[in-house]
Structure formats: C-alpha cells, structure tokens
C-alpha cells in the first residue's frame, strides 16, 4: 500500500480549489456562435398586438391595479439557460490521479480508451467532469405562436433554454432566432400556439412621471410585480451597451428581471428591463429598460432574417456645446465635421458645418440621438434630412445605405477585413472625455476599442471594449487610422497586440486562424 503524505495531500486541496473556483458561474460579454448564428429565415412576419391609445394621465389616483397584472402578467414568461463548462486542459492531469479523485469524492469516469473516457467528449477522466453553469431570466410573448422577446445576455452563451409559462405552469424548450448584442435583444421560439401574447404599447407618447410596473422573476423565485414611474426618457451613454436609449424607472429590477416586461398602467407592454446601476449588486431605484418600439423593430428583422441591418448615412458629428451652438446660431442638433465619401450623406450633399435638427421630422438633440434614429431604420429606409447650413434651414430627402462592420453611425472605425486581422473590432481615437471617463493617462496614445463583436477571434482572445491598442506587430499606433491601416496590411492569422487596460500594458496573440 502506497502512503500518501501531508505534502501530497495539500497540493491536492489547493488544486481542487481552483477546480471548484473555475467551475463557479460566470457572465461574461462574450457571444456563443452556437446560441446566436442564424441561417436565412423563410419565417412569416411577426403578427403583433399593439394598442397605442394615448393615456388619461388625469385619471385619479387607483386604490388597486389587480386588474392591469392581471392582463399583463400571463404574457411574461421565464426563462432558465444551461451553458456546459469544459474543464480547464491545464488541470486534467490531476483529474486522473486516483488519489486526488477519492479525496474529493469525485466519481471514476472509467478508462480513457472506453466509450465515454478522454476524447469522446463525454466527459471522461482525462479531461475531468464538465460542470454546468445555471442562469435564469424573463421574457415577453409577443405573438401567439411561441416568438419570445427577452435581453441578449439571458441566454448568451447558453448551450440550452428553456421557457416556463402559464398555470399550471409548462415549461419547453426554446430555439434562439437570433440576438443582437448591440442592442441586448434576443427572440426566441417555442412550439406552442394560442398563447396569451402581450399587448405592445407605444414607447414614444410616455412621459416622465407616468406609472409603470415591472413584471419578471428576480432571482427566481416566481412572478413578482412592482410599481414606480418613469424616472427619465432617453437616457444612454451609460456604457452598457453600444445603442443606447433606455427609459430609466424606480419600479423595482433585480437578477432575474432581465428580459421582462416593463408595462404602463394600461397593461401594455413599453420596455424590456434590462440593467440596474447600482455599487452594491441590489436594486437602488435606478433601473433601465429598453423601449419596445425600437425593441419591436429589432425583434421584428431578427424573425424574418436571423440577424439585424442598419441603417448608414455616412456622417461623423460631434455635440453642439453652448460656444458652438451660440456660433452656428441653433440651440440643438448634430453638427457635421466630416462626410465619408461616396456615402448616402455625401451623395446628398452634405458638407463638414451642417447641422442635422431633424430625422423624418423628430427632433435630434445632439449626436447620440442622430445615431440612434438612423440605426434604427433599415437600410434602403427613405429619410428626410432637415438642417442648418450657413443660418438657413434646408431639408433633403435620400435613401440610407447598410451599416457595414467598418461603418459606425457616430464616427467610430472598424479594422480589419477578410484578408486583415482584429476583424470585428471597433475604434476611435482618445478624446477627452474617453481619457475622464476611464481614467486614461495623456502619456498613453493608441486607438480605444469601442466595440468588440462577440463572435470574434479578438473577444475570444482576450480583447476587450475599454482597451487601448498601443502597437500592432511591434508596430506602434497612436490613433484609430493607424490602427486601421495596420490591420489591413498584417496577413495574419497571427497577430501580437499590445494593449493598455486599467493602468497596465500587456500583450495579447489574437489568431483569427483558430
């Protein structure tokens, strides 16, 4: 009989501590391509129900809104996602050692050379156990036939979902039509008819101050309503996700709400909850959902095609501060500094100076409202265009062309192409309020990472929106066009990268060959 000494045995507990830290949950932002690739759908069009009657926001004050949940609530569903967690390969050998397995009580997965061992895929005993990581969230039917709208990053990364609904409660699985990391919106669909679809409200006509409830399971524990107001309207640049445009509530919003129903005192549908800002994990009375008017749209593209085509007008704009506005003679637009040439804006005629006021006669308020209302709209979408040129007020009307991954509405760059690298990286150069918001020190120059497709080899590899690229190959880069210009010009599939991230520089190989 072989002793096992006190040595042996500690290296073993400290080695199954890192297994069980390893095998915890994670959230991360990266995409699955299992859970969010979608082929070309021949899918018939979204059939909604929709009610958009103006509220009677004189009504008095209600002793009860039974009535309201009570319409609202049969069409929130939940939604519980199962993702298999690989066992790291650094860690395997430890799993063979019989010593180590009794210890611990791990159960003998039998021999690698038999049906189920190491390289079946089974979880056989060379590679370890795989774990399962659990995560749970909410949804909104939005037709009879089984289409379920609910946040992106509910069922990111899911290797299975399933749905739960109705009393006595059934639960199915779903398939994931497609999600849309930018805008953190997924549909999915069960193979059910006759279902209680809720009635989608109109997201533009609220106002701040009106009642509204929020309809989820919060940590799991079953439907649960609470009520608040509306808090704000349009509110973004808040780093959550690339369009932004929430409606901001104190109705209360906790893990487990994402993807549920925000609804007005009608029992309609007009936000999607998705994000709380809060320092402690809890809800703090700063809750966000996404307005189901623009969610619509994209649940909509997602059905008939799997994925979602954006709008492109071809114009890079900055803010109007007080001086400016003062100069150009207007309160509020989007002022233009430059115009992408050949673009539907240059082909329109627009030049650096102009100042954009309104998009199909709604208002732009500065830069991020001029985004969002061309992202929107798909391409080939008929726009009218009004705006300030020289103290004059003209207005042009063209179509948009297609947001390409190297064509961003609000000015930002994409590098590489099929034969380039980082393909799906998004950047821009450092301005001022990127170095105050994320701390970044004047000595640092690069081009800050804006966007990260999560299906890339970059998001796999380690690179992260946030990140500043210091040099590419060895190759210095001290702005976004030097960044694009190198990324062109590097074959891969390898590429060493340097970055800056929270105070400190290291390299990263991304192999868009893998």
């Known amino acids: 009989m072989k002793k096992t000494s006190p040595l042996r045995v500690l290296v073993s507990l400290l080695f199954a501590l890192a297994v069980l830290g390893a095998a915890a949950p994670l959230h991360a932002a990266g995409g699955d391509k299992k859970a969010g690739k979608s082929e070309k759908s021949s899918r018939a069009p979204l059939t909604l129900k929709t009610d958009s009657t103006p509220l009677d926001r004189d009504d008095a004050l209600r002793v009860s809104y039974a009535n309201v949940v009570k ?83 509910v069922v ?44 989608l409200g109109d997201s533009d006509s609220l106002e701040v101050g009106d009642t509204v409830f929020a309809i989820g399971n919060p940590f799991g524990v079953g439907m649960t309503v609470t009520q608040g107001i509306v808090s704000a309207l349009g509110r973004g640049g808040l780093g959550v996700e690339t369009y932004e445009d929430f409606i901001q509530t104190d109705a209360a919003i906790n893990p487990g709400n994402s993807g ?20 402690s994990g809890g809800f703090n009375g700063v809750g966000f959902a996404i307005p189901i008017n623009f969610a619509r749209t994209l649940a909509e593209q997602l059905v008939a095609t799997g994925k979602i085509r954006r709008g492109f007008m071809g114009v890079t704009t900055q803010p109007l501060d007080p001086d400016l506005a003062v100069q150009f003679g207007v309160e509020q637009g989007a002022l233009v500094t430059e115009v992408t040439t050949g673009s539907p804006a240059d082909k329109a005629g627009f030049k650096s100076g102009d100042i954009i006021t309104r998009v ?6 500065d830069s991020r409202r001029l985004q969002l209302a061309i992202v929107r709209l798909a391409p080939g979408t008929e726009v009218t265009i ?22 961003l509405a609000d000015g930002h760059f994409s590098p590489g192409n099929e034969d380039g ?47 500043i690229i210091l040099s590419l190959d060895r190759r210095p880069v001290r702005n976004a066009e030097e960044a694009i210009r190198l990324s062109e010009s590097l074959k891969g599939p390898k590429v060493l990268v340097l970055i800056w991230r929270a105070g400190l520089s290291r390299y990263l190989v991304i192999n868009e060959g893998a």
Not at 261 to 273: C, E, F, T, W
Not at 391 to 407: C, K, T, Y
Request: proline share 7%; aromatic share 6%.
């Open 421 to 467: 690298v980082l393909n799906g990286v998004a950047v821009t150069d450092l301005s001022p309020q990127l170095r105050s918001r994320y701390r970044i020190p004047e000595r640092i120059e690069g081009a800050f990472v804006s966007q990260v497709d999560p299906d890339s080899a970059s998001a796999r590899d380690g690179l992260r929106e946030g990140d």
């Open 71 to 153: 319409k609202a609530s049969p069409g929130v569903v939940y939604i519980f996602t199962t993702k298999i967690l690989k066992p790291r390969p650094e860690l395997a050998p430890f799993f063979n050692d019989p010593q180590f397995r009794r210890f611990f009580g791990l159960p003998d997965f039998g021999d690698p050379d038999e049906e189920g061992g190491a390289g079946s895929g089974r979880g056989g005993s060379r590679g370890g156990p795989a774990q399962r990581s659990q995560g749970l969230g909410s949804g909104v039917i939005i037709s009879t036939d089984g289409y379920i709208l609910t946040n992106n990053h």
């Open 260 to 279: 549920g129903a925000l609804v007005d005192s009608q029992g309609r549908v007009i936000g999607i909850n998705t994000a709380i800002l809060s320092r």
């Open 386 to 407: 009004d705006f300030m040129r020289d103290g004059e007020a003209q207005s042009v009307s063209f179509a948009l062309g297609e947001l390409s991954s190297r064509e």
């Open 156 to 199: 990111d990364g899911a290797d299975e979902v399933r749905v739960a609904y109705g009393e006595p409660r059934r639960e199915l699985k779903a398939e994931v039509v497609g999600r849309d990391p930018k805008t953190d919106i997924a549909v999915l669909k069960i193979a059910a008819s006759e279902l209680p679809a809720a009635t």
């Open 360 to 365: 199909n006669s709604q208002p732009v308020a």
